[in-house]
């Protein structure tokens, strides 16, 4: 866990300063500088471009990380993998391209307002497929090679400073709405073309190979993956992208109503961070451990990042939670219709964190049929309950789409693990002294207002932080992140 974890702090560090950039960028400035309805555009051509490259990615993401400890050699070539899944992957988005352009005139009258603004200016979802496609591509690369801080740099942090960067000029110098846009859509374009240039400077990328060089059973094997992954990837950005695209085919003005989820579910994301910061460089890991059927690792790895991942989610639950009042109140007084939203996408994240790496695990092994199956389902479910609440509810009922399809797949995944691998990440004892940790640290709710939001958040959130750490360390429910904290003290001191 020394390489994972050192890793991990780098993407912790990375994630945590790209959050507070898109905190300034999603809360301060976006409501302020756009009306809701051109921000909700923004919000909507990503999630379109992310579900649309999810499906002209074939998959090929996955199948790199799970397949390069079988063609890794020290000629950097790798049999041709990074050529081969580059090329599929440039052809599944020049005919997700050509399906988007080609049926624009429906998209524009399912995600219809009164300025009519998909129908105007929809086809910057063109450049961000494209771009898109390829950063998934390259971030599996990436993750293969060990260089998993590099796409965190590139697209966690380094997008939203630019975008900082772009709402600065427009504040000083206007821009027709077109032409931000297209610079909105060309901040993702470099960020991808970086990350390109990254991997080509460090020599990763192995694209003089003569020719594709994987045995046919291997080949066979790799095919049948990238099918099954395929709805893994889908489902993976299901929660918030079909969302916001269902909020702005259903509701009327739903563009607004995708400005105001967007916040809320940006706001959500933060717990997901020591989920993204743990993923990236533990899956080639787990992959290198199925091949080798080192199981005790798989179980180690399991078991103890669960704990972390619920210990790190709670508290930052309890952060945003215990603060929501004094989040909404520095937006603008129309989005104080995300406040319920917010607090539901915290618990159906830390609902996530509760199953730990589960998906990782059946996704790297010889059973992914079976996440698969499981991604499909949540998609599936998802898509369903989205309608169901919607119509039921209005937007909070997105919310609850998530939360309730969340538990059902958790469940069903951590359950599958238990029975076929006899892998159990739980004990009663540590989740109990987790639970009374939690209560213990919501005492700070009752502690005065300054009239101040900001620093009303601030002095919660330091009161949270010196009841909640020091018990976690107490019970030694964190011992990976107490000595990763200790590495950090010695070097400075």
């Not at 560090?13 to 809701?36: D, E, H, I, R």
């Not at 081969?84 to 988005?93: E, F, H, I």
């Not at 020091?470 to 904290?485: D, F, H, K, N, Y």
Request: proline share 4%; charged share 15%; with cysteine.
């Amino acid at each position: 866990m020394g390489s994972i974890a050192r890793q991990s702090s780098w993407i912790t560090v990375l994630t945590s300063a790209g959050l507070a950039l898109g905190f300034v960028n999603m809360a301060l400035l976006y409501p302020k500088v756009l009306p809701a309805a051109e921000f909700g555009l923004t919000r909507l051509v990503v999630s379109v471009a992310l579900v649309a490259a999810q499906f002209a990615q074939l998959g090929l993401e996955s199948t790199v990380i799970r397949y390069f400890p079988y063609l890794r050699d020290r000629s950097h070539r790798h049999g041709g993998l990074f050529r081969l899944a580059l090329l599929l992957g440039t052809s599944g988005a020049m005919v997700a391209m050509a399906v988007l352009y080609l049926f624009q005139g429906n998209f524009a009258r399912w995600f219809s307002d009164e300025d009519g603004l998909y129908g105007r200016y929809g086809l910057v979802v063109l450049p961000l497929v494209l771009a898109e496609v390829h950063f998934l591509i390259l971030r599996g690369i990436s993750r293969s090679v060990g260089r998993s801080i590099a796409p965190v740099f590139f697209r966690e942090f380094l997008v939203r400073f630019l975008q900082t960067g772009l709402i600065a000029v427009h504040i000083y110098t206007p821009l027709p709405f077109g032409w931000f846009i297209a610079a909105f859509a060309g901040t993702f374009v470099l960020t991808t073309a970086l990350l390109f240039a990254d991997l080509w400077r460090a020599g990763k990328l192995g694209l003089t190979a003569p020719k594709v060089q994987v045995p046919r059973r291997l080949a066979q094997s790799m095919s049948r993956y990238a099918v099954f992954t395929l709805g893994v990837g889908v489902a993976g950005v299901a929660t918030g992208n079909v969302d916001q695209m269902m909020l702005a085919a259903m509701l009327h003005n739903g563009l607004n109503y995708v400005a105001y989820y967007a916040v809320a579910l940006f706001l959500a994301s933060v717990i997901t961070v020591p989920a993204r910061a743990l993923v990236m460089p533990v899956l080639p890991v787990l992959a290198d451990a199925w091949r080798r059927r080192d199981h005790v690792r798989i179980e180690a790895v399991y078991v103890r990042s669960t704990m972390l991942l619920l210990v790190m989610g709670l508290y930052v639950l309890l952060c945003v939670g215990l603060n929501v009042n004094e989040l909404f109140s520095m937006l603008e007084p129309e989005y104080a219709a995300g406040r319920p939203v917010l607090v539901l996408l915290g618990i159906t994240n830390v609902v996530a964190l509760a199953g730990g790496l589960s998906g990782s695990i059946i996704g790297t092994s010889r059973n992914y049929a079976f996440d698969a199956s499981s991604s499909a389902l949540y998609f599936g479910l998802n898509v369903l309950f989205d309608f169901i609440f919607i119509k039921w509810f209005g937007m909070v009922g997105v919310a609850w789409s998530s939360l309730v399809t969340m538990i059902i797949v958790t469940a069903w995944r951590v359950g599958y693990l238990r029975q076929r691998y006899d892998l159990w990440p739980y004990e009663l004892r540590p989740l109990l002294l987790l639970c009374g940790i939690v209560l213990v640290s919501c005492w700070s709710w009752w502690i005065p207002s300054t009239g101040i939001p900001l620093l009303d958040a601030v002095i919660r959130c330091l009161a949270i932080t010196i009841t909640f750490w020091p018990l976690v360390g107490r019970a030694s429910l964190a011992p990976e992140l107490q000595a990763q904290m200790e590495k950090v003290r010695r070097r400075f001191n």
